[in-house]
């Protein structure tokens, strides 16, 4: 963890709710994104993933997931979740390589999780205060933890897909 305090981030033009055709409401005027970092052995066998637990105050707080947010006016999803996991988790983008995203689709509303592999070493780090932890899960401990629902209901096919593109 750092020595600085964590701080909360003025708000920003994509920040904001979205009252949603699904019943729910959504952060993100623009949408959201997250990263969901990978860490593979020699092989290109997935070993660990990047996860944050998120902040009590926030929206389903104490619940684990991928450091994300709202996406900004114009910003693509692959930008914002090196952003966000940037400003949350202090991950360098040029220690990242983008493999594919993943799109949850709502008529008002989407989150992209954007799935991209350690290629320099990634020391997460709590930077502002959305973070209470950020840490490298293994694989096969990820369910053990209490996940944010969206987040549990998409890992099957996240794992699937972290698991079929290998380390090529």
Do not use: K, N
Request: contains cysteine.
């Amino acid at each position: 963890m750092s020595d600085a305090p964590p701080v909360h981030r003025e708000r920003q033009p994509g920040d904001g709710w979205v009252e949603c055709a699904c019943g729910r409401r959504h952060w993100g005027l623009c949408g959201a994104a997250g990263l969901l970092l990978v860490r593979r052995d020699a092989d290109g066998t997935p070993v660990a993933v990047v996860l944050q637990h998120r902040a009590l105050w926030s929206d389903q707080g104490g619940t684990w997931g991928v450091p994300g947010g709202a996406r900004m006016p114009g910003e693509s999803p692959e930008h914002a979740a090196l952003r966000e996991a940037e400003e949350e988790a202090g991950i360098d983008r040029v220690s990242v390589r983008l493999r594919e995203s993943r799109v949850l689709q709502h008529d008002d509303w989407s989150y992209t999780t954007v799935i991209a592999d350690e290629i320099g070493p990634v020391r997460p780090t709590v930077t502002d205060a959305e973070s209470v932890e950020l840490r490298w899960v293994p694989l096969d401990e990820v369910t053990d933890l209490p996940l944010l629902p969206a987040f549990a209901a998409a890992w099957p096919m996240l794992r699937a897909r972290i698991v079929a593109l290998g380390g090529s």
